[in-house]
């Protein structure tokens, strides 16, 4: 069974750089789209990006001039870079294809941008 | 960006009664492929979302039957059919034609 944990620092300060790690146990990375998902109480669910084998990385457009996502053998990293308070959410990792599998999702990670 | 638009966005519901969530896309969400990439998640307090519905109106495995959902082109629902406690949460639709994106959410809670 596969399961997704997010793992990352909880405090991170104005300017700098975020950087999350998903660690994939019980499957491979193959196949499925590889998303990263934010929440926050004021814009709800936002999609930052994903990576799928065969297509590559793609990001949301109004982030993507500051987000990475990359992958090994069962990670899946997200940086995001010059960060401010608005970037402070709930962070998730999550796997999902376009037919019936199931979407799995990681119970997320809490990310605070402060000084 | 495509822009999904629920409502209402806070549904008071009775036990047993029904509820029913309208979702409205910017743009059509017929893909290229045939496919209408519109889905439905449930997130309960203090959980991940989970899927209920995938391509407009298939649930999904373990999904009760009182959960359907329909709709075209840009105009969507979500229908409970008798609204139980362990309904509480919010829920957003979600589309997958043109890249991701979440609506709002409507919460659900009992009257």
């Known amino acids: 069974q596969v399961q997704l944990q997010e793992s990352g620092p909880g405090l991170v300060k104005p300017s700098e750089t975020l950087s999350l790690t998903c660690t994939v146990s019980?499957?491979?990375?193959?196949?499925?789209?590889w998303n990263w998902i934010r929440q926050t109480p004021g814009k709800g669910l936002e999609w930052i990006g994903r990576?799928?084998?065969?297509?590559g990385t793609n990001y949301n457009p109004s982030l993507k001039s500051r987000v990475t996502i990359s992958v090994s053998t069962s990670q899946v990293s997200l940086t995001l870079s010059s960060v401010t308070a608005a970037d402070t959410a709930l962070y998730y990792c999550?796997?999902?294809?376009?037919?019936?599998?199931?979407?799995?999702w990681g119970p997320g990670t809490m990310v605070t941008v402060s000084s | 960006d495509v822009v999904m638009t629920q409502s209402p966005l806070s549904l008071p519901v009775i036990l047993g009664q029904p509820a029913s969530i309208s979702c409205k896309s910017s743009?059509?969400?017929?893909?290229?492929?045939?496919?209408?990439?519109l889905n439905w998640f449930q997130q309960r307090p203090g959980q991940s979302p989970r899927r209920l519905i995938y391509k407009v109106s298939n649930r999904d495995s373990g999904v009760p039957d009182r959960f359907s959902g329909s709709g075209s082109g840009t105009d969507f629902t979500l229908k409970i059919s008798r609204v139980e406690a362990e309904d509480v949460g919010v829920y957003y639709c979600?589309?997958?034609?043109?890249?991701?994106?979440f609506g709002q959410g409507t919460r659900l809670e009992i009257k």
């Open positions: 979600m589309q997958l034609t043109h890249w991701c994106t």
């Open positions: 019980g499957g491979s990375i193959s196949s499925y789209y």
């Open positions: 999550a796997r999902w294809d376009y037919g019936s599998g199931s979407p799995i």
């Open positions: 990576f799928q084998n065969s297509g």
């Open positions: 743009q059509s969400l017929v893909h290229s492929d045939g496919n209408t990439y």
